[in-house]
């Protein structure tokens, strides 16, 4: 049988792998597949012949192939191995990863004429299980249901660690060749495994909707109060309980679906069913929604005018004065936003007046000076808000009058009234949230105009006052504006605090840059993390209080936890989310138990899942005692170097700093390789679909798919060529480059005006898209933390 494998398996090479069988005692290094060829040129001699290398080297030189998804090269170096080597002891494992190479370059057929011999073999070692689980895939991808249901049913028998995937993924398929039934049995065996709780409703979900189908609702109803335990999030919960409602009024369970209606008002009023759910009891003169609570979800609604006679109704009923006022401010909104602005400021001055100094009151005041402004009266309305805080000061919403008043200025074009009743805003209320953007914003109107005393006097208030990126921010603008004025000694202080309030932040790191540079790294890019530094981060935690007695590395249950094994063992198979879902839920589960936190941390990185491991340390961080100092392993985990071999040699390629790229990395995915954001940009340079297609028509590209996005081999590839076009568009900038990365060329150019940037400052300063403007920030301050770090 052995020998007939062996002959099956070189006829396969043969006819499917597209690659020149070498001879015995010469091969060729790996062909690169078209994704990571490099420009043409000129045709040069071929070097003389070499000694093949050996079988362990070509699986070794597979596997750092496979790391960053340079499927191509897997299968050559993997191919070449089993001709060469048929008997080799890596030939096992040679033709496994074959087939998971052919089924990652969707090649399914391939890998499935791979997969069923092997899977027949008589060996039962690790490579079995998931050997079936890929046969299963195959089928799936071929639309043979029978076979993929057959597959996924041999998996669950081996009852490993993703059965209940194979169970949902095998409920699939049977519902597809007709068999409800089953599919429903398999679907509820994964519902009630322990699982994330998404997968789970899922499942939950699937399988009501098949008894539905099969005509047996009971079955399906009593599946929703499973379903309702795994339901936390209001908007979620909502939706399924407005189903279940209506799967109880279908077969005449009305006590159920009276008591669900309920809770769909009393949980969630804010969301889209809940104006159902209110029409519903109102209907049934339900006595558990009041009048009160009608009107408030008919408001959430937009639903005005029901909105308004509901709230006309609770007022006749209600008794106590601050809650009526609250109601008639109420009813004074929904008028208002239904532009009868007369009837709103009516209803609002009555309220204010019913109880001037109670919440309620003071709120309808402002609601009344808001509605004046919306009416026409901007001039009126922005007086209006400075009488609010004359006449209360101590009112914590008198900031937010203020600001409110600054904006109406500046819409009417009074920018000089806007920035003084902003400089006000900062001089009376320094620690308020509006106070950070007044004075900042009046700070750089006034650096703009050369009038540094007033701006420098501006920012020290908040540079004095705050802490945090406020207090960097402020002392640095301080600090340029003490340089402009020529006060050097001045500005290297305020420089200082800039940098000692914030150095991971932008402004902490042009501060830095403004004093000379940024201290450099002393550890290589590719320095391991080892038992030291884990020692280090155990002890550490160890240190804080209540933690002392905390049970060693091998007694907190990290490594066999089933969130944990099932991660690793979801990516093995290509379920790239799934594995992402499961690393997080053995995060939250452990949220709050830095013991088992460390643990995580440690074995994500260790099996090469950077962002789980960076989100596990960012929760550690918070956790950790303010006053205790984080060792350097928490900053490594915070600001990894994965994939170090491709960006070092994309970056040197592109003239990059790998710093600045890995920065950027961080900031686009987290180092998840599977990331899509919610606009469709993919992979972790976050390239989107038209932009990878034009980088692969600049790049000679010709085989490129929009899933080649996902591979870390392309993603890298294409985000360090668009980074270094961007940062020669913008004529070294580093700014307007990641504001054209982010933002688009035409945009950076239009805040640049032009390619070349006077100020990078300034220019980040500039940018009015929210996003890009943060996103530039973040990434600079992201940059100065990998050049501490790392040479």
């Avoid at 074009?413 to 006000?424: E, F, M, P, Q, S």
């Avoid at 303010?626 to 970056?651: H, K, M, W």
Wanted: proline share 6%; aromatic share 8%; glycine share 8%.
């Amino acid at each position: 049988m052995r020998a007939f494998h062996l002959l099956a398996l070189a006829v396969f090479l043969a006819s499917c792998e597209v690659i020149d069988a070498p001879s015995p005692d010469t091969i060729a290094p790996a062909a690169p597949s078209a994704l990571s060829a490099v420009p043409t040129q000129p045709p040069i001699p071929s070097p003389a012949p070499t000694a093949a290398p050996s079988a362990p080297v070509l699986f070794s030189r597979a596997m750092d192939s496979r790391t960053v998804g340079e499927d191509d090269a897997v299968g050559a170096d993997l191919s070449a191995l089993l001709q060469l080597y048929p008997d080799a002891p890596e030939a096992r494992q040679a033709r496994f990863y074959l087939a998971e190479s052919f089924a990652r370059r969707g090649r399914w057929t391939s890998a499935a004429e791979l997969l069923r011999p092997f899977v027949e073999e008589p060996v039962d070692d690790a490579l079995r299980a998931p050997a079936i689980f890929w046969l299963a895939r195959c089928s799936e991808e071929a639309g043979d249901h029978a076979a993929a249901a057959a597959a996924y049913q041999r998996y669950r028998n081996l009852a490993a660690p993703l059965e209940p995937y194979a169970a949902m993924r095998q409920a699939a398929q049977l519902a597809a060749a007709d068999q409800q039934a089953e599919a429903a049995t398999a679907y509820e065996h994964a519902a009630r495994a322990d699982i994330v709780r998404g997968e789970r409703a899922g499942s939950f979900e699937r399988a009501i909707g098949l008894h539905r189908q099969l005509g047996s609702p009971e079955v399906g109803l009593d599946l929703y109060d499973e379903l309702l335990a795994l339901a936390e999030t209001p908007t979620y919960r909502a939706r399924i309980l407005s189903q279940a409602v209506a799967l109880a009024q279908e077969i005449g369970q009305g006590d159920r679906a009276g008591a669900w209606l309920r809770q769909i008002v009393a949980n969630a009023p804010s969301t889209p069913e809940a104006a159902s759910a209110a029409d519903q009891l109102l209907a049934a003169a339900d006595p558990a929604l009041s009048a009160a609570a009608a009107g408030g979800i008919f408001m959430s609604a937009g639903r005005w005018p029901d909105a308004v006679a509901q709230l006309d109704l609770a007022i006749a009923q209600e008794t106590d004065q601050e809650t009526g006022v609250e109601l008639r401010r109420l009813r004074g909104l929904a008028l208002r936003a239904q532009s009868d602005f007369p009837a709103a400021l009516q209803a609002l001055a009555d309220a204010g007046a019913l109880s001037p100094d109670g919440e309620a009151g003071r709120q309808a005041q402002l609601d009344w000076i808001q509605t004046l402004g919306q009416s026409g009266e901007a001039d009126r309305a922005s007086q209006a808000y400075q009488e609010y805080a004359t006449a209360y000061p101590d009112d914590p919403r008198a900031p937010e009058a203020l600001d409110r008043a600054a904006l109406l200025r500046e819409r009417l074009g009074d920018g000089d009234g806007a920035r003084a009743i902003r400089l006000d805003i900062g001089k009376r209320y320094p620690q308020s949230d509006q106070a950070a953007d007044a004075l900042h914003s009046a700070g750089l109107e006034l650096f703009v105009a050369a009038r540094y005393a007033e701006a420098r006097d501006a920012w020290q208030i908040l540079a004095d006052e705050r802490t945090g990126e406020t207090q960097a921010q402020a002392a640095f603008w301080a600090g340029r504006a003490a340089r402009a004025q020529g006060d050097e000694s001045a500005a290297d202080d305020l420089f200082h605090v800039a940098l000692a309030a914030d150095p991971t932040s932008y402004y902490g790191a042009r501060a830095a840059e403004e004093l000379g540079g940024i201290a450099q790294g002393s550890l290589p890019l590719d320095a391991p993390l080892g038992d030291d530094e884990w020692d280090a981060l155990r002890a550490w935690v160890r240190s804080w209080p209540g933690q002392e007695a905390a049970l060693a590395p091998a007694d907190l249950g990290v490594e066999g936890d089933g969130f944990v094994r099932r991660a690793t063992l979801l990516a093995e198979v290509g379920l790239s989310s799934e594995s992402r879902n499961e690393w997080m839920a053995a995060a939250e589960r452990w949220g709050e138990d830095p013991p088992r936190l460390a643990e995580l941390a440690r074995l994500a990185h260790s099996q090469g899942v950077p962002y789980a491991a960076l989100r596990v340390a960012a929760r550690l961080a918070r956790l950790a005692p303010a006053d205790n100092e984080t060792p350097q392993v928490i900053d490594r985990l915070l600001f990894p170097t994965p994939y170090t071999g491709l960006v070092s040699q994309q970056s040197a390629e592109r003239d990059l700093d790998p710093r600045l790229f890995y920065a950027l990395l961080r900031q686009e995915s987290l180092f998840d390789p599977g990331a899509t954001s919610w606009v469709g940009a993919r992979g972790l340079g976050q390239v989107m679909p038209e932009t990878g297609q034009g980088i692969a028509q600049n790049l000679g590209v010709t085989d490129f798919s929009l899933d080649d996005l996902y591979r870390p081999a392309v993603s890298v590839r294409f985000g360090a060529f668009y980074l270094a076009e961007r940062i020669g568009n913008m004529e070294g900038s580093v700014q307007a480059a990641l504001a054209a990365y982010n933002g688009g060329l035409g945009n950076a150019m239009r805040w640049a005006n032009g390619s070349s940037v006077a100020d990078p400052d300034l220019f980040t300063e500039g940018v009015d898209f929210p996003e890009t403007k943060g996103y530039i920030k973040a990434i600079y301050g992201f940059y100065a933390a990998y050049q501490r770090i790392y040479k």
